[in-house]
Structures are given as C-alpha cells and as structure tokens.
C-alpha cells in the first residue's frame, strides 16, 4: 500500500530542523551572503543541536538518519539558505564514502575527530581538467613501502579551507587510469598540501569552495578506504545517496521563493487589484506550486527506493537531482520575475535565492551529466 505521510519520527525531524533554520539560518542568512565566509557559528549551533552528521550511525556520532530522513532535513536547511545548507551537507557527501567503504578502525578514528573537533569535512573529487568526466582525474597516489605518495590538483572543493579532513580520489597506478582509482583519507595538516585562497562566485556565498595542490603529500595505507581501484564505484555510490540531498536542497529554496512572491502578489495592487488576480501571475503561481510538488514525489521515491535497495535506486537519485534543480532555478527565478524590481533588489531575499540555487544545476554533476546518467540507464533496460 502506497502512502505519503510522514510518520512521527519523521515529523519530528521536519519540526528540529524547520526550527533550527528559523532561529539560526534565516536570521543570519544575508549576512553570510554579504560577508562571503564560513558561517561558523552556525555549525558549532548545529554541533550543539544535533543538526550535523544526520546519516551517520548513532554509534559514531550521527544521528542514524535514512536517505528519506536526510532528505526531509536538507529541504528545511535549503528552505532557509542553501549556501548554509550546503556546508552542512557538502559535509555528508565528504564522509560517506568513509562511512561506505571504511573499516571499523578508520571509523573509530575519523569519525571521532570530526565529532571531537566539531568539524567538517571536504570531498575532493574534481580537478581542473576532470569536473563531470571522473575517468579524467589525474591526480595519484603512488605506494612507497607504507605510504602513498600523493601528488595532484583540485579544484571546486566545498569546505576545503576549514576542512578537518579530506576524502581525495586519486590514481594509484596511472598506467591503470581510472581503472585504478582509490580513494584516501587525508588530514588537512599534513605537510605538502596547499589550499589555495578561495574561489569567487555568483552564489552560495557562505560556502567556501578552494583549489588544494598536493606535492609530495604522505598519507599511510592505513587511510585507504577499501581496496585500490575501487574508487570509482565509491565515487558513483556515494552520488547515489547525497544527491537527494541536492535535490532537497532545491526544493526547500524554491518553496520558500515560492511562498514570498505569493505573499507578496496578494498584497501588491496595480490597477486597484492585488497582481495575484491577473489570471498571468496566478498561473505562473499554479506553475510553480505544481513543480514544487511534483520535485518533493520525486525526491522522496528516489531517496525511499536507495533505503529500500531497488534497482532503480541511482536512475532515480539522477532524476531528482536533475529535475529539482532545474525546477527550483524557474521557480527563483519566476519569483523574481513576479515581484519584479522588489525581487531584483536585496531587500527581499529572492534575488538571492535565483543566485544560489544556480550551482545545484551543477555540482555533484552538472544536470546535462545527470541527463547522460538517465539515457543511459533506460536505453540499457531496452536493450535487456
């Protein structure tokens, strides 16, 4: 039997972090926006509160969320703002493939440092010449004796400045290629890494994105996760869990740009009507309260079918990423369009909103790669 509600725990997640995004998020929003820095205090609050680590066991420190829960979490943080929301979660992309391929000592420690130092960390994925094409990375980590040698180039890392850790995807055999890529956890204090000033960017301005050079930087086999060559499908299975988390992110923007330029259309006249009863702004509004919640069915089947493992578990995490983003950037934007100069300028919060949810169209693969991922995935079931 299909049913929609949320049960009690549930709910109780929605209501923990819809408070913590109104009292800590929502409050200090412009002001990260503005200031353009890592919003600290925000995520010693999320320590303090239990926002933090949602998918991690309880045993190492998290608060054992599904996917389902998870999602449900992140459209509150992205209802508040997405570039706070984000360092929260681009966090929990970092450690999940810790938390998938990692063994119970790597656990134990890593983990244990994260909760101890209350910190995030950084998944060090693309490079300068490998965003979306993963079998380009470049980058290596060769073995000496008990060590990986670790040599390469990053670019576009979330949290990578105020990283306490990094998981860095590297070659282990360059004659190999992709086929050897492993994947590492490396401390942010080893000697040899370089994190270079941070990116600029249109939005998300309270996440930090940085390029980190790695010369000659020694990491023990002992942070290997998993066998070498395996890093690849850790790569693709840890997209097939977060990137419901982008897809929630999305939709908690777009419904609250929604619900401000609604607001705003009631009370607004021209012509001696409020601009909601021109037929043209109230379809636009039927437009994007119909794609809200088409995006919240689509998020939560993809997120309930990675907890349940069916088969369509990662053409679904594709479709939602993809279809969320692309839905919350028109809603953004048609909030925008609806409030016209108002929604322009900075005094509401739309324009910034159209600003961030930008980059959810394009990281953790662009949404044209998440239409590659999709058309491959349904012209092989043709095939069978």
Known sequence: MIDFSLDSRQKEIQEKYRDFTARWIIP?????????VFPWEVIKAAYAEGIMNGPVPVQLGGNGYS??????????LGAGCVGIGICIDASTLAITPLLLAGDEAQHKKFFGQLIDEKGVAAYCLTEPNAGSDVQGIKSTAILHGDKYILNGHKRFITNAEVATFFNVFALSDPVRGSRSLSAFIVPSNLQGLEIKPRIQKMGQKASVQNEVIFKDVEIPVANRLGQEGYGFSIAMRTFDRTRTGVAALSLGTARSAYKISKEWAQKRVQFGMPIAANQAIAFMLADMITAIETARMITWR?????????????????ICKMYASDIAMKVTTDAVQIMGGEGYSSDYPVEKMMRDVKLCQIYEGTNQIQRVVISKSILKEQKK
């Open 28 to 36: 200090n929003s412009k002001k990260y926006d503005e200031l353009a």
């Open 67 to 76: 996917i389902l829960d998870a999602a449900i979490a992140s459209e509150e």
């Open 302 to 318: 993809a997120a309930w079918a990675y907890d349940n493992k069916q088969k369509d578990a990662s053409l679904l995490s594709a």
